[in-house]
């Protein structure tokens, strides 16, 4: 048996999702004039109650246009230390924007109130960075999919309009985070300036995110993806996708969050295992005892079929993800199990 659970990003479309792109209607988007794309983007902001919203090719690309929209060359951005921004864009927020991040030691990817406080810079003292923008993520990615507690974002947010600071979130997994809490998306498109929600992870599109905010702030995110080089022409195809995995798609994530718990509880029975990280959502971060090098238990893995990652210093990362089936699942926890 083959199983693949590197990342959520691995998935196929669904027959239905392919019979919704196959029969979208399409035209330039580049000239605004690509009807799928305009009902995703609406269907969006009407969810969100954000008043605009824009489709992009990657994850990658809507955040580094949020972080661009509200910062000037020389500014600084706050955002924790594992935060996908920071590790994950190849240098972006230096390359694009030219300004620089003020890490956060947080709790698995996530940042308090008072942190963010202690971390912006005096305004009047010209020797130091202006502290400009405050980038969340949620659910987490390197903090394995921890989840923020809602609070602690309202409180963040009173520390925004204190400082004069906009603020971002990176909701690359905001899905997989709204599956599981009591918080509607028109509760975090109150709280934010922007939002990035990503298409392509757990929903199961092949491309796509969207970068939600103000009228003005989405005017300005227009000029900006078309500076990176992200527009596209009949983006239709891959908006329908989008569209169809808001409205079906969307509950199946509680059965990847589920099968993911069912992992933690068999790798907190193995002699192998040190310690698993706490699991809310569909990633599985645990780390090996010292005898084990990471090295040699992912191809041990791999020999029996099985692909997953490692994070270094042992710690080993499992995502699971809508084509990740039953079949697959009973077999790794018995895997798992039998590795002991
Ligand atoms: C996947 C991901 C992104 C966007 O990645 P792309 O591959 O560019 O779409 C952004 N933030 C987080 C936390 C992610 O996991």
Known sequence: ????????????????????MFSAQVGDDVFKEDPSVNSLESELATLFEMEAAL????????????????????????????????????????????????LIEGNRGRITASQVEESVNPPDFYHSPKTRLVCLEN????????VYDFKEIIDIREICDTHNLAFHLDGARLWNALEVTDEKPKDYGKVFDTISLCLSK????PVGSVLLGSQVHINNALRIRKIFGGGMRQAGY?????????KH???DLNEDHRKAKEIESVLLTCNYVETVEPVSTN???????????????????NQKGIDLITLGKRKIRIVTHRDYSQEQHNYVLTTLAKMN
């Open 238 to 246: 891959l908006a329908a996708a989008g569209s169809f995995a808001i």
């Open 55 to 102: 489709f992009f090719p990657s994850g990658t690309m809507t955040n580094q246009t949020a972080i661009k929209i509200h910062t000037q060359p020389g500014d600084q951005l706050i955002c924790d230390h594992y935060s996908h921004v920071y590790n994950y864009e190849g240098g972006g927020v230096s390359f694009n924007s030219a300004v620089s991040c003020r």
């Open 249 to 251: 798609h969307r509950k």
């Open 283 to 301: 990633i599985i971060i645990f780390s090996l005892i010292s005898a084990n090098s990471e090295l040699d238990f992912i191809s041990n893995l």
């Open 202 to 205: 757990g929903l199961g599109c």
């Open 1 to 20: 048996m083959k199983v693949n659970l590197i990342s959520d990003t691995v998935t196929k479309p669904s027959q239905g999702m392919l019979d919704a």
């Open 139 to 146: 659910s987490t990615n390197k903090g394995g999919g921890a």
